[in-house]
């Protein structure tokens, strides 16, 4: 089946710098690609809908200026988390739509920051 | 605003047991409705459902559309201890993926 990559898996930073997540569609191109944050023991939140070539949407709540999202390619979209800090600690997972609505969602392995 | 809802949020039963999870849903422009289970990471999928009252099977878990009442369920028969997991209900809305908080299912030996 399709595969979706993020790198890397983990991250620890110290706080008040910045992080970047990337999400790579291997075999297959994404014109759509969704972040999500997940809390422990917790669903995940959608956070915002990354669409190739356009402005990220996100979702209320979701501060734009702090995750920014950037997706320049077909198979590549970023997360970046500025000015992190340790509430900024999660689980951030991507997820690809391959082909054109409905399609299937592909997701990543996720990545989890902690921000000392 | 667009609203998954599942239902239980927990459930706890013996192995061999059959299950029923429920999901509706209230959303413009409605796509697809997505089941996955969640276990450790990513959730892994493991239906999509565009159609009403078209049965989708794989092995023991079966999960049915029903447009009208804007539900689905996901029936799990024989259930065992590695179906324990977070069951997520997934509504394709628009640009949108809309996440239900999840039915957390555990299957005691």
């Known amino acids: 089946g399709a595969v979706v990559s993020q790198h890397p898996s983990r991250v620890i930073c110290k706080s008040g710098t910045s992080v970047k997540i990337e999400c790579r569609s291997l075999?297959?191109?994404?014109?759509?690609m969704f972040w999500y944050r997940q809390f422990p023991k917790q669903s995940l939140m959608l956070m915002a809908t990354?669409?190739?070539?356009?402005?990220?949407?996100?979702e209320q709540g979701v501060e734009k200026d702090k995750f920014l999202i950037n997706h320049a390619s077909l198979t590549l979209s970023t997360l970046t988390v500025t000015s992190a800090h340790p509430e900024d600690s999660s689980f951030y997972i991507c997820?690809?739509?391959?082909?054109?609505?409905?399609?299937?969602?592909?997701f990543g392995e996720g990545s989890r920051l902690t921000v000392l | 605003e667009d609203k998954v809802v599942q239902s239980p949020l927990s459930l706890v039963v013996h192995e061999g047991d059959t299950v029923t999870l429920n999901c509706s849903y209230e959303?413009?422009?409605?796509?697809?409705l997505l089941w996955y289970k969640q276990e450790k990471k990513a959730p892994t999928f493991l239906f999509m459902l565009?159609?009403?009252?078209i049965e989708k099977k794989s092995g023991r878990l079966s999960s049915i559309l029903d447009k009208k009442e804007l539900s689905s369920i996901l029936n799990i028969t024989a259930t065992q201890t590695g179906d324990s997991a977070i069951y997520l209900c997934?509504?394709?809305?628009?640009?949108?993926?809309?996440f239900g908080a999840g039915t957390r299912l555990t299957v005691k030996p």
């Open positions: 997820s690809a739509l391959a082909g054109p609505y409905p399609g299937e969602l592909f």
């Open positions: 075999d297959f191109q994404a014109t759509t």
């Open positions: 990354s669409n190739e070539g356009s402005k990220a949407t996100y």
């Open positions: 959303v413009t422009n409605f796509r697809s």
């Open positions: 565009t159609s009403s009252g």
């Open positions: 997934a509504v394709e809305a628009g640009v949108s993926l809309r």
